[in-house]
């Protein structure tokens, strides 16, 4: 093959992180704008009844941007991590500023613990039907969980500094 393609660290910082391989799978098919988003479902011809954001009501697609950084119910998780979604960056800028504003090395599994407790409170209100918006402590239940999960995933080095730093954002 010819030529060189430089790739940014948000893929190295991915798969280097202690997540579950389906939240890696997850978070890369989020990066590569591949989550199968209404947007995406549209994109390929599916008929669904509304192409919507299901989780702000604000009569707006549901791109990945849109779910996970312009959303109200985004923007009030991301709080839970004491970031703001930045305006229309690409994904990996966005992980560049998450970086400097979380300022932890466990970084990464926080910002995909956070989209993936996005994405099961959108599933959630899609395939089980409820009829309550997700509130924020569900998603906060769920990041929880999933960093409580972690625990066991991490090298035993640095096991007790991972504790300290979920409990410092629990």
């Not at 305006?87 to 466990?106: G, T």
């Amino acid at each position: 093959m010819k030529g060189h393609q430089q790739i940014h660290d948000i893929h190295s910082w991915l798969w280097s992180s202690y997540c579950q391989p389906k939240h890696k799978v997850f978070f890369w098919l989020l990066i590569n704008d591949r989550l199968s988003t209404r947007n995406i479902l549209r994109r390929k011809n599916m008929l669904l009844p509304s192409y919507q954001c299901v989780l702000c009501l604000q009569n707006t697609e549901e791109t990945s941007y849109r779910l996970f950084l312009q959303c109200p119910f985004a923007a009030q998780c991301s709080q839970l991590l004491n970031i703001n979604s930045p305006i229309q960056l690409p994904f990996p800028k966005i992980a560049d500023l998450f970086k400097d504003r979380i300022n932890s090395q466990f970084f990464m599994e926080a910002v995909i613990s956070m989209c993936w407790a996005i994405w099961m409170s959108r599933n959630d209100l899609i395939f089980n039907f409820k009829e309550i918006q997700p509130s924020l402590d569900g998603a906060k239940a769920i990041f929880s969980s999933e960093l409580l999960l972690l625990k066991h995933r991490v090298k035993r080095g640095i096991s007790a500094q991972f504790s300290q730093w979920t409990n410092s954002i629990l």
